[in-house]
């Protein structure tokens, strides 16, 4: 009998040892963010199918698989074939418009690089290097009737970063702005910037990724936000 109770009291031993060592499993929002730290979490809930999880990032949602460490992108239908994950993504849209037109009042439209003197105002989110930007700036170009607040936002294309710190701190920023917009190089492209500049640059991204801008160009006017080029609907605003 003596034998047998130190066996057991070995085995207990063994046992809870065993599990002290044991390394400790990763909840799948910190696994997530580990192997994704750059994709921003805003919200992280158990997904669709099993094993799944529904990450929500901006207005966008993606599906992570922690079993396999995977992300997915894409629709899910159900048996009416309405698609679950569009439905979801309208809804953050609307929201995330909602609280930019909240935020308008807020802008620091004095940092802006500010383009044309007239009495209407627009509000501009572009980038240097988007096709779709500078298709709206040259339409906007030989407007009298606007002053463009703009703020340079290269989310797609961050080489273009260079571009925004040679707009801002050239002496006539409106006509360093209307050189890059028409694609023209850089006149040095080894110039080196200020700090005040380079910090000023990633406040303006800053701004935009607060308020939910994930695409240029971006407009408001009077009140109403435009995404993209929509020259029609842009003209239709400032009449």
């Known amino acids: 009998m003596q034998k047998i109770l130190v066996v057991v009291a ?15 499993v990763a909840k799948p929002e910190e696994a997530f ?22 990450v929500t990032t901006g207005a966008e949602i993606i599906f992570y698989f922690p079993e ?23 809804a953050l849209r609307a929201k995330k418009q909602a609280e930019a ?19 209407k105002k627009v509000i501009e989110f572009t980038d240097p290097d988007c096709p779709y930007c500078r298709r709206a700036s040259e339409a906007l170009k030989n407007r009298t009737d606007i002053t463009r607040y ?20 050239a002496k006539d920023q409106e006509a360093a702005y209307h050189e890059m917009m028409a ?3 850089l006149p040095d492209p080894k110039a080196s910037f200020s700090m005040e500049v380079k910090v000023k640059a990633q406040e303006y991204l800053s701004i935009a990724r607060s308020m939910g801008i994930d695409g240029t160009p971006t407009f408001f006017i009077n ?13 239709a605003l400032l009449k």
């Open 10 to 24: 070995a085995l207990l031993t063994f046992s809870a040892s065993a599990l002290l060592a044991a390394p400790l």
């Open 33 to 54: 963010k580990k192997s994704f730290p750059t994709i921003k979490v805003d919200a992280f809930t158990e997904g669709p199918v099993a094993g799944s999880y529904e």
């Open 68 to 90: 396999k460490d995977l992300l997915f992108a894409g629709n899910i239908f159900n048996k009416e074939f309405k698609n679950l994950v569009e439905e979801k993504k309208q």
């Open 101 to 119: 037109l909240q935020m308008l009042k807020d802008l620091p439209l004095g940092d802006a690089v500010k383009v044309g003197n007239g009495p």
């Open 150 to 169: 703009v703020f340079l936002t290269p989310l797609a294309h961050p080489n273009a970063i260079n571009k925004v710190h040679y707009i801002l701190s």
């Open 183 to 185: 694609g023209k190089p």
């Open 223 to 235: 009140g109403q936000q435009v995404v993209g080029a929509d020259m029609e609907k842009i003209d």
